[in-house]
């Protein structure tokens, strides 16, 4: 009772899934990605071995398609399950089994696998599709952009409930040392799809990170009224001088800290990160 999409952006090699339901927490049994391997979305009657299975057969070389083929080839019950893959290089496949609810269906193209059943129609999938083409930027924000359009396109006909994104490329995660890059989920919600959307905002203003070029040089008026901001924070008494000296960092970091931005800022090498700046100014 889901309709999803699993893609790849082989450039940056990053494999993921979105996903929603009129289910709650969707996103802990459907969404499954691996480096090396690829991504699979195994739902509606979903056995959750394919997830494990499927990714240690395409760790192991084998095509989305092959991948599909032996996971169903054991499974009494393979016509009630719905699959998407795709594989470490972008090959794709979906299968939606002959006793799946209607409406139910699955479209594949480079890089992506589109499915979904007890569907308001056809026209669920064929907006997912379009809108991951047509979506430019990073994998994350693109399969929400399929993931919302689904939705809004009519989406899972019992309602809404939960929805989910899970984003895997290599060094990812905070600070480099995994590879799971994007993992949320909304495991309950009026309008998952939109909250989904707010969190991924989040992620991008506190692990996001704009060019250098664009980083906002530490001294003079900027200084200054960083140390308005902190006075209104609370986290700074001095003056308004407008210098970066001793109390000011201690304070900026301080400040920093409690903020969660400590990968958009530098004290010591003397920048922030603009969006921090329009947070701060917005917040304060």
């Avoid at 299975?53 to 009494?76: F, H, I, N, W």
Wanted: net charge negative; with cysteine; glycine share 12%.
């Amino acid at each position: 009772m889901t309709f999803s999409i699993v893609a790849c952006d082989l450039e940056q090699q990053a494999w993921g899934v979105a996903v929603a339901s009129k289910f709650p927490a969707v996103g802990a049994m459907v969404s499954w990605a691996r480096i090396g391997a690829g991504a699979l979305a195994t739902q509606l009657y979903a056995n959750l071995s394919y997830g494990l299975l499927g990714l240690e057969m395409m760790a192991d070389g084998l095509s989305a398609q092959e991948t599909l083929k032996r996971l169903l080839v054991d499974d009494p019950q393979r016509e009630t399950r719905q699959v998407g893959l795709v594989d470490a290089q972008g090959r794709a496949a979906t299968f939606t089994g002959a006793e799946c609810h209607p409406w139910a269906g699955g479209q594949t193209g480079p890089g992506f696998a589109v499915q979904g059943n007890i569907l308001t129609g056809a026209e669920v999938v064929a907006a997912m599709e379009q809108a991951f083409l047509q979506t430019t930027g990073e994998l994350p924000q693109r399969l929400w952009q399929a993931l919302l359009a689904g939705d809004r396109a009519g989406g899972d006909r019992r309602g809404r409930q939960s929805a989910a994104i899970y984003v895997v490329k290599p060094h990812g995660g905070y600070g480099g040392y995994l590879d799971r890059w994007i993992d949320y989920r909304v495991d309950d919600h009026p309008d998952p799809v939109a909250r989904l959307g707010e969190l991924l905002e989040m992620q991008d203003l506190y692990f996001g990170a704009s060019p250098p070029e664009e980083r906002l040089r530490l001294e003079g008026e900027s200084v200054r009224r960083l140390q308005r901001i902190m006075q209104v924070a609370g986290v700074y008494a001095g003056p308004l001088h407008g210098v970066l000296d001793a109390e000011t960092r201690t304070s900026l970091n301080a400040f920093i800290g409690s903020e969660n931005f400590e990968e958009r800022c530098d004290v010591q090498a003397g920048w922030i990160d603009p969006r921090c700046w329009i947070f701060w100014r917005t917040a304060f």
